[in-house]
């Protein structure tokens, strides 16, 4: 397995990995890929790296960044690799609102996800939703001559077959997700602003602790 490092920061190791190294864990969906291609095209580069088990090399997070570039035919990409079961701090929910709210049911191991790149039997798409304890934006805006062109790939194994009724109920999930995350971290910025308040007014009127509050 051969890995050029591209950089080394914040303790997280970014490299240029052989794309034919790297195991997807579930499917794509059509319709993103044809987006996410069309950006990758018009930006002529990857912004961000995708991530992976360093040990499996199961991509963990960007498989679709992935599939775009294996169908493009590029030999290399940048990857954030991690040790998936070393770092307890590494969480599989499946919605985007499992980042913040803990439910055991909703859970996925790592073993799991793991089991499912190293044998293939892939998940069905946006099965998983992966937590990590740094920022998955790491930016690194590679050019993609960067990455050895050569002939385009088949990914059609890879991905799920869906009708154009499937694919526009799967972007109205999308958009039903993030509108369930914004609303809750919404409603959670109410709250700490009204804890906030409460303790600036309890200093205000407290004689013995009102010395130490100089706004």
Not at 34 to 58: G, N, S
Not at 67 to 72: F, M
Not at 126 to 142: A, D, G, I, M, Y
Request: proline share 6%.
């Amino acid at each position: 397995m051969t890995v050029t490092i591209l950089a080394e920061k914040s303790n997280l190791k970014i490299a240029l990995v052989p794309i034919d190294e790297l195991k997807p864990h579930e499917q794509g969906s059509p319709i993103y890929l044809e987006l996410l291609k069309d950006e990758i095209l018009r930006d002529k580069m990857l912004k961000y790296p995708i991530i992976a088990d360093e040990k499996t090399r199961v991509i963990l997070d960007g498989m679709h960044r992935w599939l775009v570039l294996k169908s493009l035919g590029y030999a290399l990409i940048p990857v954030i690799l991690v040790d998936a079961f070393q770092n307890p701090k590494i969480r599989v929910g499946r919605r985007r609102i499992h980042r913040y709210v803990s439910d055991l049911v909703e859970e996925v191991p790592i073993s799991r996800v793991i089991q499912a790149g190293s044998s293939g039997r892939l998940m069905k798409p946006r099965t998983t939703r992966h937590f990590f304890p740094f920022s998955k934006f790491q930016l690194v805006n590679c050019p993609l001559d960067q990455l050895t062109k050569r002939n385009p790939q088949d990914v059609s194994e890879y991905l799920a077959k869906m009708s154009d009724e499937e694919c526009e109920l799967t972007i109205k999930d999308w958009f039903k997700e993030i509108k369930e995350e914004l609303e809750f971290l919404d409603k959670r910025k109410k709250e700490v602003e009204n804890e906030m308040t409460e303790f600036l007014r309890a200093l205000r009127t407290n004689g013995n602790t009102s010395r130490y509050y100089h706004p």
